[in-house]
């Protein structure tokens, strides 16, 4: 935990939360520092389409950051608990699917799409996406080569186009596992008939 300029460099590490006079001006001095930066900071995460991050887009974020909670908001941000991993709450088995393990609450055994920009600038947005389709079974990935760290507003047809395939394909899975429990039951009707 810690105070970070945006290239990430840490300029002072906390062992707790600070105290709410030192946050509030810490946020201050960091978002003053922002504020005019906007534009220049999200322009790389639109690689392949620049114009959605326009000046609307600029204006909001600035707008936001000069409502009266926002400070609060990042003093709660370093109260929080460290967050859960994604092996935890995507219940991850790394290719043992075939061993029962029990429902934890929290954890999510369903199916899961991941949407990635690949030219994410913030992470490597190939290594992750990868990363994620490993955690177990049922975890599909629809990579958007071109997009950046937003594609779902970079690239929203893109994002609606991979959606609509990903639910095709756990419709006919679905199907699929319909016919099977279909034809079990019937032989079994036909078996305790006889």
Known sequence: MGLYLPNHMQ????????????????????????????????GPLYPSNPSNADENLCETIRRDSLDPGAINVMISGSKLPPPRTANELLNADFGASSIATPIIEGQWKGPVLVTQGMK???????????????????????????????????????????????????????????????????????????
């Open 11 to 42: 300029i002072y590490a906390f062992d707790s939360p600070p105290q709410r006079d030192i946050g509030t001006i810490w946020g201050n001095i960091l978002l003053s520092y922002l504020r005019p930066r906007i534009e220049t900071i999200i």
């Open 120 to 194: 994410d600038p913030l992470n490597d947005a190939t290594g992750r996406a990868y990363m994620f389709r490993a955690l177990r079974d049922g975890i599909d990935l629809y990579p958007l080569m071109e997009a950046g760290h937003c594609p779902h507003d970079e690239r929203p047809d893109d994002i609606v186009k991979g959606i609509l395939q990903w639910m095709k394909k756990r419709n006919k899975e679905h199907a699929k596992v319909d016919k099977t429990v279909q034809v079990k039951e019937s032989s079994a009707t036909t078996v305790a008939l006889e």
